[in-house]
């Protein structure tokens, strides 16, 4: 099974992808990493934040890893990179 997802990219991320947003299709239950990659797949330039961007699902930050998720149609996904400035 599959859910339209919201992905919105901020800083880093939608200047690699040239995206603010997108909506895109994923398995429904599948790990934060599994995800990642996903992102990855669709925009290999996103390959350069890996080491430290943090993802948010429904507003809550999740660890890129083994952490299983369950999406559902329409929730949102934030990809936040390191922030710069002060």
Known sequence: ?????LVLY?????????????TV???SQL????LWQELE???PKLSAVREHVVLALRQEY???GDQQV?????DEVAVIPPL???
């Open 1 to 5: 099974m599959t859910a339209e997802v």
């Open 10 to 22: 901020f800083a880093k991320s939608a200047e690699l992808t040239g995206l603010k947003s997108e």
């Open 25 to 27: 299709s994923f398995q």
């Open 31 to 34: 790990t934060t990493l599994q």
């Open 41 to 43: 797949k669709r925009h």
């Open 62 to 64: 999740v660890a890129i």
């Open 70 to 74: 369950i999406l559902q149609e329409g």
């Open 84 to 86: 710069s400035g002060g």
